[in-house]
Structure formats: C-alpha cells, structure tokens
C-alpha cells in the first residue's frame, strides 16, 4: 500500500520559516518526481513546486520563488520543503504527491488530481 504522509505544519508568525517533510513508503520512490501542492480557503488547490528523480531538476511557483527551497533523500524516502520569509498568503493546506510523468519535458502536472499517488497535507498557517 502506497503512503505519502506529510508533517511538519503549523501556526508561525509571518516572517518566519517552517520545514515540510513528505515521507513515502510502498513505492519505489527514486523512481517518482514529487511535488507540493497547496489550498487556501476558498481557493483552489495550487502547484507550489516539483522536483525530479534525482533531485537536479526543481520548479517554483512565482509565489514562492527565492523563498521556498524543495530538496529530496531518497536513501530516507524523503521530500522536504523549506519555507522561509513566510507571508499570510502562504496559509493553507499543503499535500505532497508523487508521479511518474508520461512525458520527459514536462515532468510536473499541476493538476493535483492527476499525479499517481497523493497525501493527506497538512496545515500551514502564518499570522501577521
């Protein structure tokens, strides 16, 4: 049975960091890419970032690009996300998922739904 179980959420106040992690387990994880995915209320869930196989390839959001860093340990089954300069718009929901994408040039699917197996998220929630 495949599982991805994210941690690592929390209240912080703006300005501050929080580090996500993404554990897997039941799958051969080296053989996924893996994203993160997030979901405010009343929004629609969002791509935030995606990183390949190995961990060369990584891609950001606008929203979160220079202040979000996505890294992998595949020895530990492992995503992580590191999220610093945290803003009130950065609450939400965000889930980890993992996929293995049809095609070589694009590897990261932004809809959600689509990716192969996904997680449960975890709540992030950042006060001003």
């Known amino acids: 049975q495949v599982q991805l179980v994210e941690s690592g959420g929390g209240l912080v106040q703006a300005g501050n960091s929080l580090r996500l992690s993404c554990v897997a387990s039941?799958?051969?994880?080296?053989?996924?890419?893996v994203g993160w995915f997030r979901q405010a209320p009343g929004k629609e869930r969002e791509f935030v970032v995606g990183?390949?196989?190995?961990?060369?390839?990584?891609h950001y959001a606008d929203s979160v690009k220079g202040r979000f860093t996505i890294s992998r340990d595949n020895a530990k089954n492992t995503v992580y996300l590191q999220m610093d300069s945290l803003k009130p718009e950065d609450t939400a929901v965000y889930y980890c998922?993992?996929?293995?994408?049809?095609?070589?040039?694009?590897?990261?699917?932004?809809?959600?739904?689509?990716?192969?197996?996904r997680g449960q998220g975890t709540q992030v929630t950042v006060s001003s």
């Open positions: 990183i390949s196989w190995s961990g060369v390839s990584t």
């Open positions: 998922a993992a996929d293995q994408p049809t095609s070589s040039i694009v590897l990261f699917n932004t809809e959600f739904d689509e990716w192969d197996y």
């Open positions: 039941g799958l051969p994880f080296s053989d996924y890419v």
